[in-house]
């Protein structure tokens, strides 16, 4: 076997078994049995089982940020050089709402993976989620340009919330699924994404008071 078909072998049947198992279950021997490859050759290309999982990771979120850029752009250029909030929102959270919970897509390893790292904040990811917010620099930036009247502070807020609310929809569907009875149709991929986008553009455009005091929403265009 080639090197690159080797480390393509490695990463797939590393993806493969975190999608069924949670990642302290799974074992290097485990995924080298799967790839049809020896130790020897996780050491040579990864090091460790730590950096396996970490370069599994961030070439999943960069896959994933890749959609979301496209669709910021996209959104950009509809815009004419004034985005509408709500479409930066909406590039934010649909293509990790898309691709954990859409129909399509969450039976796959890619999909079941990413929802597993969602939910297991293992050292190796939490380093890069930490370490990694240049692609949330280019969404607070889209946001200030949308609203330029707001409190720079306003925006990463928003920003923050509009994040929250994307992670917890995937992480505790099911929990949301059991407490509302079935009343909150976690199918409908779509209905899902436009209430985060609703919610959240509701934080950003509310006006903000003093501790104690409701805040009000700006009507502001």
Not at 29 to 36: E, H, L, N, S, T
Not at 113 to 134: G, L, Q
Not at 155 to 184: E, P, V
Not at 189 to 194: G, K, N, P, R, T
């Amino acid at each position: 076997m080639s090197t690159d078909l080797t480390r393509s072998a490695i990463l797939t049947a590393a993806e493969q078994l975190y999608a069924e198992r949670s990642f302290g279950e799974v074992s290097l021997r485990d995924i080298v049995a799967a790839a049809g490859v020896n130790l020897a050759a996780v050491n040579y290309h990864f090091g460790s089982k730590d950096e396996l999982l970490a370069e599994l990771f961030l070439s999943r979120a960069t896959a994933l940020n890749r959609e979301r850029f496209a669709e910021l752009k996209a959104a950009e250029a509809a815009g004419g050089g004034r985005t509408e909030p709500r479409a930066i929102l909406r590039a934010l959270a649909g293509p990790p709402i898309r691709w954990c919970l859409g129909a399509d897509r969450q039976r796959s390893a890619a999909a079941r993976f990413m929802t597993r790292a969602s939910v297991e904040t293992v050292p190796p990811i939490r380093k890069i989620v930490e370490r990694d917010i240049s692609h949330l620099r280019r969404f607070a930036d889209a946001l200030r340009r949308a609203l330029p009247e707001r409190d720079e502070v306003d925006i990463y807020w928003g920003l923050h919330f509009a994040l929250a609310m994307i992670r917890q929809t995937i992480t505790d569907s099911n929990r949301l699924r059991k407490l509302s009875g079935d009343l909150c149709d976690l199918d409908d991929v779509d209905a899902i994404i436009e209430r985060i986008v609703s919610v959240a553009g509701f934080a950003l455009s509310a006006q903000h008071a003093p501790t104690g005091q409701p805040a009000t929403v700006s009507t502001r265009r």
